[in-house]
């Protein structure tokens, strides 16, 4: 636990780029998940289904960091709701296979809508330059951790 003279004024805070960059995630996720209709959580499990298609749903607990119990909640949801398929691995009948339903492709495709003028919306009043120098730093500190996450593992 921190002394009072520890604690680091939230003024100080917010000039921390990585701190600043957690809450601008938190919140943009908040907002965009409020104008979807969908949590957060449920839209990254269609956004990985559009892209790896049929998968297990151990695999997909693996890529979205999630643990399996909370995934099979969602996937059960969701299923319920028409939005993805779930069948038993015909290979192996310990493993449940899902994949994205026709109605999920279409929550995918209305996100697209949204997500651009959502985008624009953010985007508003920052300049080109400012925004490819920051979109240049971003990808800079991705390949950063990239490197450093080989060299870890």
Not at 109 to 114: K, L, Q, V
Not at 141 to 150: A, F, K, M, T, W
Request: cysteine-free; overall charge negative; proline content about 3%.
């Amino acid at each position: 636990m921190r002394s009072e003279e520890e604690h680091v004024p939230q003024e100080q805070e917010t000039e921390n780029p990585f701190v600043v960059l957690t809450h601008l995630h938190r919140d943009m996720s908040r907002a965009f998940s409020k104008q979807i209709g969908m949590s957060f959580s449920r839209l990254l499990v269609l956004h990985e289904l559009w892209h790896t298609g049929e998968i297990s749903q151990t695999e997909l607990a693996s890529r979205l960091s999630m643990e399996g119990a909370l995934l099979t909640r969602f996937v059960k949801q969701m299923e319920a709701a028409g939005l993805i398929t779930r069948r038993v691995d015909p290979r192996d009948n310990r493993f449940t296979l899902v994949s994205l339903a026709p109605a999920g492709q279409q929550v995918l495709s209305e996100m697209g809508i949204h997500a651009d003028a959502f985008e624009a919306g953010l985007l508003e009043g920052v300049s080109k330059e400012d925004l490819a120098s920051m979109v240049r730093t971003m990808k800079q500190i991705q390949d950063n951790l990239s490197r450093r996450l080989e060299h870890d593992g």
